[in-house]
Nanobody
Framework: QVQLVESGGGLVQPGGSLRLSCVASRSIGSINVLGWYRQAPGKQREQVAVFFSSITTKYGDSVKGRFTISRDNAKNTVYLQMNNLKPDDTGVYYC?????????WGQGTQVTVSS
């Protein structure tokens, strides 16, 4: 299992930007699935953006064109650049890793989009 630590959340106005970071406790180069989920109050956790293998990405429909996932294998870090944020993007953002049947979650970082 890999330990994941998120950072970068906060309060931002609509239209603003944030960049989330997730640092893993070991090399991420071989991790099959790596990315971000979020959970809004009263809603189920949903997929935001993930890597399937090192280069294939998938985005949730609501964030396409606004969010970008990237990774720095040398730093064992995956990022989520969030632009043009909307109030509906508010929630706890979780880093996620799945490899050989083992799933790991970070503790989450709060993102609040409000004027």
């Amino acid at each position: 299992q890999v330990q994941l630590v998120e950072s970068g959340g906060g309060l931002v106005q609509p239209g603003g930007s944030l960049r989330l970071s997730c640092v893993a406790s070991r090399s991420i180069g071989s991790i099959n699935v790596l990315g971000w989920y979020r959970q809004a109050p009263g809603k189920q956790r949903e997929q935001v953006a993930v890597f399937f293998s090192s280069i294939t990405t998938k985005y949730g429909d609501s964030v396409k064109g606004r969010f970008t996932i990237s990774r720095d294998n040398a730093k064992n870090t995956v990022y989520l650049q969030m632009n043009n944020l909307k109030p509906d993007d508010t929630g706890v953002y979780y880093c996620y890793a799945a490899h050989l049947g083992i799933v790991s979650w970070g503790q989450g970082t709060q993102v609040t989009v409000s004027s």
